[in-house]
């Protein structure tokens, strides 16, 4: 492998161990800002027990988000010097907003939240749970525009002197609508994980102490754990419907290549037929051996445009286009294939939406074996839930990678409505000075450092869910001086 490869493989490596934090974070500190409140609004204990059980599961994925999230930067300025000289004009200022503004917000009052139970008033402690969710759904927003700024470049000039992008519209680069369809799909993704988690975890307790004693006094609160999962899993999957559609139709716009090679559409269709099954050679640059198996005559067409007989454009006739466009080949003779990598876009895009089955199977097995107060005890419910769990991490991990490697070849993919002369092809965004041996044994270091973590991560996770909600008192009265004590770590 050469610089670039290895330097692709890391960067995707960090991101993927990075990502599959991040939507349970933002997800479950808005989930436990509403156990909180609705224990401040009732009083019920049930609520305070279930806030500290998933809170405490919260700082654990916070923590580790941290520590792996610090990473991601320093390799812009290391292995991608060359894109962060290009586009360190825009690129960084949502990132420094997303550190100056997200992330202090978040860190401030995560600390209030930990040793602020015994002494802050409650409904002041309750707000810095909401200020934590604040800063976490904020913290994605930043980062959603940066990156959507590299699917879709707005807000800027190109400057020939220098030969770098630069920004000359911070509006139009936070309002980029690229940006503003992405986001909500995304939150949407946060709060699928989330509600899978609660559910799956609330479900393996309810069905365990509803087998071993049918009169545990413990039984409603998981119960209640488990259908507030359920619900949440049901709106944010319709959410997720409503705004992936969106990001399609929005795609096939801006990035007609990804959208056909995400449905191994190799010829122009009218009307295009949606592939549910189609097979090819893994190594193929080209369309010449793909062959679909399984299809829904015109469906694609509908999902592009609204239209069931609208023409969709396909991959031979696009890289013709892109070619003739953006070049043919590269300054020393090589062919540039804009074709993506078919087979990853292609079975990425189908295993983000077949996976996220997993969840809407649990939510509507939950509230079924549930209704009319009943405690679900089945074996089956319980498998259900363990088995659900990994599902939407792994849904939105394949999203994710689907729309980076369908990017590709660009690291900035060209504007085709808007800006012009704004584009990089990632060969050209990677270090010039950084060695093979350099990447390759950063690589395995922090593909080390990564895999301890994660097993620390899925080891402590582990062992405080399978501990339950604790049994808790609520806290003192803050103005009594008697039961006040010093700021100490709640858990």
Sequence with gaps: MDVLELARWQFGITTVYHFVLVPLTIGLSVLVAIMQTMWFKTGDEKWLRLTKFYGKLLLINFALGVATGIVQEFQFGMNWSEYSRY????????????ALIAFFLES?????????????????HLATIWLLA????????????????????????YNPTTGRAEMNDIV????????????????????????????????FWMVR???ANAADADLPMYRTAARFGAWVMIISGVG????????????????????????????????????????????????????????????????????????????????????????????????????PNLAVTYWS?????????????????????????????????????LVSLPMPYLAASFGWIFTEMGRQPFVVAPNPTGVDDIFLLTQFGVSVVVSKWVVLGSMIIFTLVY?????????????YAIEGAPVVEPPPDPDDVEASRPLSFAY
Excluded at 261 to 271: D, I, K, N, R
Excluded at 304 to 325: C, F, I, M, R, S
Excluded at 353 to 379: C, E, M, N
Excluded at 451 to 463: E, N, P
Aim: charged share 15%; net charge neutral; proline share 4%.
């Design 87 to 98: 586009v360190g004009d825009i690129f960084g200022a949502p990132l420094a907003m997303e």
């Design 108 to 124: 401030t009052f995560l600390g209030l939240w930990i040793f602020g139970w015994d002494r802050l008033p409650k409904s002041i």
């Design 134 to 157: 604040a800063g976490s759904t904020l913290s994605a927003f930043f980062i959603i525009a940066a990156n959507s700024w590299m699917q879709h470049p707005v807000g800027a000039t």
């Design 172 to 203: 139009a680069v936070l309002t980029n609508k690229t940006a503003l369809v992405a986001y909500p799909h995304v939150i949407a993704t946060a709060f699928l994980v989330a509600g899978t988690f609660v559910c799956g975890i609330a479900v």
């Design 209 to 211: 102490k509803a087998r």
């Design 240 to 339: 997720i419907i409503i705004t992936g559609d969106e990001q399609a139709k929005l795609m096939f716009q801006q990035q007609p290549i990804k959208m056909a090679a995400a449905e191994a559409l190799c010829e122009t269709e009218q009307p295009a037929a949606f592939s549910l099954l189609s097979v090819g050679h893994l190594g193929a640059t080209d369309c010449s051996d793909v062959n679909t198996l399984i299809k829904i005559p015109g469906l694609l067409s509908f999902l592009a445009t609204g239209d069931w007989n609208a023409e969709v454009e396909g991959l031979k006739p696009l890289q013709k286009h892109y070619a003739a466009t953006y070049g043919a080949t590269t300054s020393d003779g090589q062919t540039i294939h804009y074709q």
């Design 349 to 385: 895009f189908r295993l983000m939406i077949g996976l996220a089955v997993f969840s809407a199977l649990l939510a509507i097995a939950v509230l079924w074996t549930t209704r009319k107060k009943r405690y679900g005890d089945q074996p089956w419910l319980s498998t259900l839930a």
């Design 451 to 463: 895999g301890v973590l994660g097993v620390f991560w899925f080891r402590l996770i582990q062992r």
